[in-house]
């Protein structure tokens, strides 16, 4: 079982050698969750044979934070395909929340707002409520906001989806933005990449700042050309 953000196609692809040369039943397991999930249970979204699912579905639903975090979605690749959806409105979600930091930090007409006060408050009741604004308002409280990095990492999961959509002509434009407003992290500095950068430190641990093995995975963890 692969529970990491492998590309769909190369799940696809390593489930084939394994049963043909091995007999081994291999599933594609898109885990969600970050390090709370880690701890306390996480979210699991499942690919592979039913005979392969019936081995390991005790053990991902007692791992799952609950019994609807845990679910068989389909085929081999499936698991991680839905995983690499689920990535891709991540950052979509992502990008809009940094912006909004961005409006109130340097928007309005000087009101001096208290950021993590306002975050706190959309947590309770507000229609954007959520971890990622619950996690927003956790790192306001105990980061130094301007002296984080506004340079964001990642390992190239998302650029995936959208050349695979390409290919479909599939039109994702608000996924496609917010992976070109990532590149531009890298050579701008800027409150709403500063604001992604901290909520993707509180759910995964994500590194501030460039980070030499998260590139270098970027540029190697794909085995089929999309």
Known sequence: MDGGNSFYLDSIEREKRLWKEKRVYFLDCGTSGGLDGARHGACFMVGGKHEGIKIAEP?????????????????????HFVKLVHNGIEFGMLQAIGEGVELLHKGGNGFNLDLSGIFKNWSNGSVIRGWLVELMEKGLREQNFDNIQSYI???????????????????????????????????????TYKAIA?????????????????????ETSRIQKI
């Open 59 to 79: 053990i991902l639903i007692s791992l799952a934070v609950n019994k609807n975090a845990y679910i068989h979605t389909g085929p081999p690749g499936s698991g």
């Open 153 to 191: 990492e990642d390992t190239g999961e998302v650029n995936w989806l959208i050349q695979d959509a390409l290919n479909k002509e599939i039109p994702i434009p608000i996924i496609s933005q917010s992976v070109m407003e990532l590149f531009k992290s890298r050579i701008k500095d800027s409150d």
């Open 198 to 218: 901290l909520m993707r430190h509180g759910f995964g641990g994500h590194p501030f700042g460039n980070d030499e093995y998260i590139a270098k995975e970027r």
